[in-house]
């Protein structure tokens, strides 16, 4: 199972649709990744509003790629998080410090120029 | 009156996901609030990478339960793995030994209401959780 990573203009737009296993999510890690370095992206929206549940593997993943991409240079903002996966990553002791979120896939672009100073 | 539990034998990575999905399945059949349904299959994805990480090898039963006309779900993890030496440190917030986040036990057992392990050294693991439906 592949996500799929669609360009907008100089930024990536990811929408997790699917139940994410280990394997996917390391996959889409490492496409994420290539994906910055071939398209030259300054910045990156990962909306996880279809996404139900995130365990500490999977939410260790998303914290990672978020370093990783901002020490290529591109920044990533974690948008739609549900409130049962809020309150559970909060109860499971997982606090996602540093990583960028806005409440939707809009406010994420907002937040992205923020950062980027745009 | 209790159903008879459904198990789901934990030896590949992708019995994580199906475990989840089976517990997040009864959770929601026996009438358990969104959040509660994500508490339950996160609580089980944990307890299932547990098994699939140190001990290869387990099972995951889950069954609904009733109980002084409490409504509940019950999730049993069980392996034949190593053991925990020492259960105290486990149950240590921040403790981790496959450099994961650590989140493991005390975060299981924060989401489930009751929370028991029993373990012996070079026989396995038994990790028996329940969450109250409300």
New interface residues.
Partial sequence: MRIPILKLYNYLLISVQTELDDQTAIQFQEDLLNEIHKTGSSGVVIDLTSVEIIDSFIAKVLGDVVTMSDLMGAKVVLTGIQPAVAMTLIELGIHLKNVPTALDLEQGLVKLRQELGE | MNSSPSYININK??D??AA??LA?DMSKKLGAG??D???I??AV??LA?NIYLYAIDGKIYIEAIEKMERRGIRIVAEDNGPGIPDISLVME??YSTSG?????L???K??MDEFNITSEEGKGTIINTIKWVR
Avoid at chain 2, 100 to 104: D, E, I, S, V, Y
Wanted: hydrophobic share 35%; net charge positive; glycine share 18%.
């Fill in positions: 990575e992708w994580i996901v989840r999905q997040r969104t959040v349904q994500a508490r299959a996160t994805s944990e990478r917030d921040g994961g986040l650590g989140a493991g005390p975060g299981v924060r989401l």
